[in-house]
């Protein structure tokens, strides 16, 4: 018993390292592009999802997932030289840290954080998609 009870933080460092690694990941090819752009319509919905059902401590987790899609992607887009776009991240990002704030507040303010949530979208996820983005859902995407 001993034995196995030693073993636990042990196991715990390793798949917390697991956990932090999967959200650093670099994006390097298209298709690790498209895979990330899938979970972040995946994160982001689940995070207005649970802002409207009052979820907060979820909503964080969503926002945390963002986040780390958002840090990879700026190195795809710096590695491409384009600025523009990885303004677009950098400022989505502090978007991400203003609404995070507003989630971990004692009282959660529900209406501001759905705001803050409908900004981001349209600000980053939609902006980028304007200038960078081609296709529909048909045809699929494409990187303009
Ligand atoms: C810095 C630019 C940029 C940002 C920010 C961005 N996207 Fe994208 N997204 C793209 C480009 C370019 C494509 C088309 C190429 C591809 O699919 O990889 C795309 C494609 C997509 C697709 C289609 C994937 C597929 O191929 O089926 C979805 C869904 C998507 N984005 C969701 C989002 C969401 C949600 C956000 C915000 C949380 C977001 N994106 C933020 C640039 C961006």
């Known amino acids: 018993?001993?034995?196995?009870?030693?073993?636990?933080?042990?196991l715990m460092i390793v798949?917390?390292?697991?956990?932090?690694?999967?959200?650093?990941?670099?994006?390097?090819?298209?298709?690790e592009h498209a895979a990330v752009?899938?979970?972040?319509?995946?994160?982001?919905?689940?995070?207005?999802?649970?802002?409207?059902?009052g979820a907060y401590a979820d909503a964080r987790t969503q926002a945390a997932t963002l986040r780390g899609n958002f840090t990879a992607l700026q190195g795809f887009w710096a590695g491409r030289k384009q600025?523009?776009?990885?303004?677009i991240l950098k400022d989505g990002l502090s978007r991400l840290d203003a609404l995070d704030k507003m989630l971990a507040a004692p009282t959660v303010d529900q209406m501001a954080a759905q705001a803050a949530m409908k900004e981001f979208q349209g600000a980053t996820c939609g902006a980028c998609h304007k200038q960078y983005r081609e296709g529909d859902a048909q045809t699929g995407y494409k990187i303009k």
């Open 37 to 53: 752009m899938k979970a972040n319509a995946q994160a982001a919905g689940a995070l207005g999802k649970a802002i409207g059902s």
């Open 1 to 10: 018993m001993q034995r196995f009870f030693s073993w636990v933080p042990v």
């Open 15 to 31: 798949s917390l390292g697991v956990v932090l690694g999967a959200q650093t990941k670099p994006v390097t090819t298209l298709e």
């Open 83 to 87: 600025d523009p776009a990885v303004a």
